[in-house]
C-alpha cells in the first residue's frame, strides 16, 4: 500500500533539488519521503521554455513506523519489564507483536490493557495518516489464543440455533472481539446474520438465523 501522508508538490531544476526542497518542507529522513514525478524539466532554447522539475512528494510508511515507534516506547516505559517487538504494515493493517517478560501487565485483567492501548496506538497513527488503518495489537500471542476461544465460543452457540431458538446472545465484548465473531460468522456460516446491540461496555453480539433459512 502507498500511504501518503501530507502530499504537496515542490518545484526545483532538477528532480534532485525539488526533492531536497521536500526533504527541508517535511524536516524528516529522506528514507521517510517518496515522490512522483509530475514534472520532467526541460531545457528551452537561449533560456527561452525553460522547464523546472515538478515532483509529488509525501511522508511514507518509514515515517509512520517511526512515529510508531517513538509512541509506543513512551508507553511501555511506564511498565515494569523486558519488552521487544515488531512493527510491520500489511496493507491497511499494522501489526504489533510484543514479547518478553512482565507480559502480564500489558494485557491486564480480562484483556483490558491490551484493548486499551490498541485503541490509544489507532489513534495515534490515524491522526497522522489521510488513510484509514486498522492497529492489531497481541502482546505474547494473547490475541491469537482469545481468537481460538472466541470461535469455540461462536461454535457452542451456533450449535443451539434451532427453528425454535432462532437467535442466541453472546456476552458483552470488546469491539474487536465482536468484530471477530462477525468477520467468523460470515465466513464460517453465512446462513446466519450476526448484530451487535446494547451501549458499551455491555454491547454484546447476536447470531440468528437468516429470514430465507427460517421460511425453509
Request: charged share 30%; net charge positive; no cysteine.
Amino acid at each position: 500500500m502507498n500511504i501518503k501522508i501530507r502530499e504537496k508538490q515542490f518545484e526545483g531544476k532538477s528532480i534532485d533539488l525539488a526533492f531536497e526542497e521536500a526533504v527541508k518542507y517535511y524536516g524528516v529522513s529522506p528514507e521517510e519521503i517518496n515522490f512522483e514525478v509530475i514534472q520532467q524539466p526541460k531545457k528551452g532554447f537561449l533560456g527561452i521554455g525553460n522547464k523546472s522539475a515538478i515532483i509529488s512528494a509525501f511522508l511514507n510508511e518509514k515515517y509512520l513506523m517511526n512515529k510508531l515507534n517513538e509512541f509506543l516506547n513512551s508507553i511501555l516505559e511506564h511498565f515494569d519489564g523486558d519488552f521487544n517487538y515488531s512493527i510491520n504494515f500489511q496493507g491497511k493493517n499494522v501489526l504489533i507483536r510484543m514479547e518478553g517478560d512482565g507480559l502480564g501487565k500489558l494485557i491486564g485483567k480480562y484483556g483490558r490493557t491490551i484493548g486499551a492501548m490498541q485503541h490509544i496506538l489507532s489513534i495515534f497513527i490515524n491522526r497522522l495518516s489521510s488513510t484509514k488503518i486498522d492497529v492489531n495489537l497481541d502482546v505474547g500471542e494473547y490475541r491469537r489464543k482469545k481468537k481460538e476461544k472466541i470461535y469455540e465460543i461462536v461454535d457452542n452457540a451456533i450449535r443451539r440455533l434451532n427453528e425454535e431458538t432462532e437467535k442466541i446472545e453472546l456476552a458483552p465484548m470488546f469491539s474487536y472481539e465482536r468484530r471477530i465473531v462477525h468477520e467468523y460468522v460470515r465466513r464460517q456460516y453465512p446462513h446466519l446474520e450476526t448484530e451487535s446491540i446494547g451501549l458499551e461496555p455491555y454491547r454484546k453480539v447476536i447470531i440468528k438465523l437468516t429470514k430465507s433459512h427460517i421460511k425453509a
